[in-house]
Structures are given as structure tokens and as C-alpha cells.
């Protein structure tokens, strides 16, 4: 199998594309990690939405993820949770920009933007019909493997 996927590659040079493929996988493993032990920590409780540029396929290796997050009873998140979640962000090693915005203080011109595409990464307890996605499969840039919410036209 490996040599019909390596097709008319040299294998010195496959070496190279396997190599970074792993290097890859890695790479998600360790930033899921990190992000789930900083939802845990300071958000347990709060459903999660990737929105933007990185769901709807516009995005490039420099777009930030963007994020909702969305509160027990959609009411607010304490300004002080929100910002102990980012500063967890800024200072981990997750290798790009991530924004996260607090569902219930968002104008409804912006969520109704938002719930027109975005995917599921954290559901809510007890909601088992959302497919939760991971945000993996987000930050991949071929983005192939994400299931949409799309509304309607």
C-alpha cells in the first residue's frame, strides 16, 4: 500500500513526506491536548463553535481559529473565566492565533453570521445528536473531513 501511495516518488524523497506527515499528527495530538486541558481548567461547562475563515475554507497557514463560546443557559461567561481561558491560549504552545468570543455578548447581526457556518467542537452536556468535531480537522488546510452547519438558502 505504501508504494501506491508514494506512486513515481523516490523513496529517499517519501522518506521526507511521511516524515512530515508524522510531524503533522503529532502536532494535532499535542495542540487537542492542550486546548481540551485549557477548556477543562477554565471553561468545563461552555459549548464551543469554530466559525470563520478556517470552517467556511478561506482560510490560509495564517489565519487565526475562531471561536464562540457558549455559556449554561446562553447567559455570560465571567469576564474573569474569559480571561484566564486566553491568557491560557496566548501562553501555550499552540502555533497560531486563537479568538474566542463569548456567545452572549455578541450582537445578533454577528450571530446570526455565525450560526449560518460553524461546526461543533464542544457540545453541550447532553446534546447527543452534535457531531463534535475536532479542531484537528479545523486547522487542517485541506478542511475535507469537516462536517458544516450550513443554513439554508
Known sequence: MADTLRGSLDAAEYKHVVLGLIFLKYISDAFEERYAALLREHLPD????AYGSRVNGR???????????RGPGLEKIPLERLMDFEDGLRWSTIPFLVEARDWARLPER??????GEYVVVVGAEGNADVRRV??????DL?????DKK???N
Not at 134 to 139: E, K, R, T
Not at 142 to 146: A, E
Open 142 to 146: 485541506t478542511l475535507s473531513s469537516v
Open 110 to 115: 454577528f450571530r446570526r453570521e455565525i450560526e
Open 134 to 139: 475536532a479542531l484537528a480537522d479545523i486547522v
Open 46 to 49: 461552555v459549548e464551543v463553535w
Open 150 to 152: 450550513s443554513k439554508p
Open 59 to 69: 482560510g490560509h497557514d495564517g489565519s487565526d481559529l475562531d471561536l464562540v463560546l
